[in-house]
């Protein structure tokens, strides 16, 4: 027994320290600060490696092997990816999106750096892709396996990848706002207490800490005039055609794949193709390589080179170089190139309405360049929100923030009028792998099968009579008895007592064995990793509410439909109150 100290009972101390333990919320709290520093320090370190690795190329421009470091880069990433990393492939965002849904949000700690490490080969050597994709992936990654260190529950596990994408884009554009907003619009789906104030944590002391790096640089920065009424006219013809470039940029990208697919399966030769493309254009426009912010800062700033023709063509050979980067395998995001598009499609759209409305009427060609890119942001990922706080907050054209958001809603709702899909959740859709929160088919995914399983049965051999199978029935409330072979073990069927209660109770079959008389050898099997959707189909299909589970060719029991109706009814309420963090 321990004794009181100074005059504190050891039920007053146990209750004092219990008092100052840190709690759940106060764990995740901290997680979520050092996930924000950590995708900082990531979207810092690809930032400045890309920089250098830009200049390196740049400066050897003249030599004459240079169109074929894109095909090299981007087989090399490839390479790396698929045989030393092990990763699946893809353009990254989507596949996080995915694992959220399905995997209970479990990524692999080795996606940390590989992400990082692939886009740099790719984008560094010319490739036309994003930084904001691989430092997504690296930033959720964090969240995920520091929350499996720390053995925080799945919702937890949840709301820290949301924090690392959070940190991730609002470190790398100085966006903290959008960040937050990216998270939880386009990674998580969902909108509640317990996510947003973690993820607005993770997203400050992400932009902090980059500003504390690289200083509280605004990436594209310009006096913009306020834009007036003849503006938001042009403004809703401008989203028009945002939405069909966006269609048509987007198809591009596909139809590139497929034509890659058809050529070959293997996907570095795929990659090489895509980056010796991208190398030949970059002979004759150098400018359509890279990440391309030289040709944003060229567009806002009104210094593109004179005439509709060569802005029409940097238009058409950026899309180029981007669909041919992407759509052959090449690792990168998409937010850059859409940026980098629809700021030449501004640009370009003001120089040709100008032909027929006076200059005088109109705001300056930089003006325009942001409603480009809110118009190809916001058709492509089809996130509006998103899209307006990431050009308002990358351009501080805040003074045109009416007429960004009639474009960027305009621009997304046209655009999924044509691609119900965005171009991060198309192929999730297709393959079935997108699952948003709340709806039917994420909570069927959350419930855990094995837990449902009946696995404490009795159960009968093949050649049981009638008679003796009857003695089992009578000391168990089972309504399906499995038949096991007592020598292999192996599962021959089951019983359905209700459906062959007169079989059973027929007194010329007594002395008959149980497998002639009642078994049910068509059921159908389920998989031990079965989802319970697809469960109840099975159920649905062939009429019965209680299979049999295998594992490994092996039986372990019985699930029932009212099992899983029940698990969905308590996963349904267990929704409300995971809504609060305090």
Request: one cysteine or more; hydrophobic letters at 45%; charged letters at 15%.
């Amino acid at each position: 027994m321990f004794k009181s100290v100074n005059g504190i009972s050891p039920a007053e101390l146990k209750h004092f320290l219990h008092k100052r333990a840190p709690s759940r919320n106060a764990m995740l709290i901290l997680a979520a600060i050092v996930i924000g520093a950590g995708s900082a320090l990531a979207s810092v370190g690809l930032h400045k490696a890309l920089e250098f690795l830009t200049m390196l190329r740049k400066t050897n421009a003249h030599q004459w092997w240079m169109f074929l470091l894109p095909a090299v880069g981007a087989a090399t990433a490839v390479i790396l990816s698929r045989n030393v990393f092990k990763e699946s492939g893809g353009h990254g965002v989507g596949e996080v999106i995915a694992k959220v849904g399905l995997k209970q949000g479990i990524l692999r700690p080795i996606s940390i750096i590989s992400a990082l490490l692939t886009s740099l080969l790719t984008i560094a050597s010319g490739g036309s892709a994003g930084p904001e994709a691989p430092v997504v992936v690296s930033g959720s990654a964090m969240g995920s396996n520091l929350s499996r260190l720390c053995r925080m529950s799945g919702q937890s596990r949840m709301t820290l990848i949301g924090c690392g994408a959070a940190g991730s884009i609002s470190a790398i554009f100085n966006a903290p706002v959008t960040g937050m907003i990216f998270a939880v619009e386009i990674i998580l789906g969902e909108w509640t207490p317990y996510h947003l104030i973690p993820i607005a944590i993770s997203s400050v002391v992400a932009t902090q800490t980059s500003r504390l790096l690289e200083g509280n640089v605004i990436p594209f920065i310009d006096k913009f005039p306020p834009m007036g009424v003849t503006d938001l006219g042009t403004s809703i013809v401008l989203a028009l055609l945002a939405a069909i470039l966006s269609v048509f940029f987007v198809r591009s990208i596909r139809h590139v794949g497929s034509a890659c697919s058809s050529f070959t399966s293997k996907p570095w030769i795929k990659a090489a193709a895509g980056g010796l493309a991208v190398g030949l254009i970059g002979i004759f426009h150098p400018l359509a390589l890279g990440e391309g912010y030289t040709s944003i800062k060229m567009a806002i700033h009104e210094t593109l080179p004179a005439g509709i023709g060569v802005i029409a063509l940097m238009v058409i050979l950026r899309i180029a170089t981007t669909s041919f980067t992407l759509g052959s395998g090449g690792l990168g995001g998409i937010f850059a190139p859409c940026l980098v598009i629809g700021s030449l499609f501004g640009a370009l759209y003001y120089r040709i309405i100008s032909q027929f409305i006076p200059q005088s009427i109109l705001t300056g060609e930089g003006s325009y360049a942001l409603l480009g890119m809110a118009g190809l942001v916001s058709g492509v990922m089809q996130a509006p929100l998103t899209s307006v706080f990431l050009v308002l907050e990358i351009t501080h054209g805040y003074q045109d923030v009416m007429h960004i958001m009639t474009v960027t809603f305009l621009s997304s709702m046209l655009t999924h009028a044509f691609e119900p899909s965005s171009f991060y959740f198309k192929d999730l859709v297709e393959k079935g792998l997108l699952l948003r929160p709340k709806t039917d088919e994420k909570i069927l995914a959350d419930i855990d099968i094995e837990q449902l399983v009946n696995q404490d049965l009795a159960h009968a051999s093949p050649q049981m009579t009638v008679t003796e199978f009857l003695k089992i029935l009578s000391s168990t409330s089972q309504t399906h008895i499995p038949i096991i072979d007592s020598e292999t073990k192996e599962f021959k069927g089951m019983v359905d007592v209700i459906s062959a209660r007169s079989a059973i109770l027929d007194p010329k079959q007594q002395q008959s064995n149980i497998s002639e008389v009642a078994i049910d050898r068509n059921a159908p099997i389920i998989d031990n990793n079965m989802g319970a959707a697809e469960i109840l189909e099975i159920m649905n299909r062939s009429g019965k509410r209680t299979l049999p589970v295998m594992k490994d060719n092996s039986f372990t029991g019985f699930i029932s439909k009212e099992d899983i109706l029940a698990a969905y009814r308590g996963e349904m309420k267990s929704y409300s109150k995971r809504d609060n963090l305090f």
